[in-house]
């Protein structure tokens, strides 16, 4: 990964500066061209996007906090819940192209690397099934497990 560090590029180790391998770098540290860039993308949405954000912003699916636009590493993803560690991607037709398809799997293979979790839907789950887009980011919802309390005396086996 390369940082800007007092003007000079800065290539870091893989896995410094942050636990379990992951790249820590501070927002002052991104390079400005990124974060001008996901700026300018949270103006230009695509239609799918525009719905997508509908659903995931306000804590409105399943009381997550999603950001969208988001850099991370050296990419601007989509939408990015911190609590879950997940990005989601829409992934509309040009993503069908053989070089779009590798470039996609290179980018997926470095976000896995520093830990996160992606799911790619296709732009026509966001506006048609709702509902489907929605069970797909459940399957990243951790169950609430067991409570922890035993039960009343006389229930139960």
């Keep these: ?22 790249v820590r770098v501070s927002w002052k540290v991104v390079e400005r061209k990124l974060l001008e860039c996901a700026r300018k993308m949270r103006h230009e949405d695509t239609h799918a996007e525009k719905l997508a954000w509908i659903l995931l912003r306000d804590r409105r699916m399943f009381g997550l906090k999603f950001r969208r636009q ?12 911190p609590e879950l ?9 040009v993503h069908d192209d053989p070089k779009q398809i ?10 896995q690397q520093l830990g996160y979790k992606i799911l790619r839907v296709a732009n026509g789950m ?11 980011i459940r399957r990243f919802v951790p169950s609430p497990g ?11 086996l």
């Design 102 to 111: 590798q470039k996609d799997q290179r980018r997926n293979a470095r976000l």
């Design 85 to 93: 560690r997940l990005i989601v991607e829409l992934d509309g037709l």
């Design 126 to 136: 966001v506006m048609y099934a709702p509902d489907a887009f929605a069970d797909e």
């Design 146 to 156: 067991p409570s922890g309390h035993p039960l009343p005396a006389g229930e139960g």
């Design 70 to 81: 988001v850099p991370i590493d050296n990419f601007i993803v989509d939408f990015y819940c």
């Design 1 to 22: 990964m390369e940082v800007t560090v007092e003007g000079r590029r800065k290539t870091l180790p893989l896995g410094e500066g942050g636990p379990k391998g992951r």
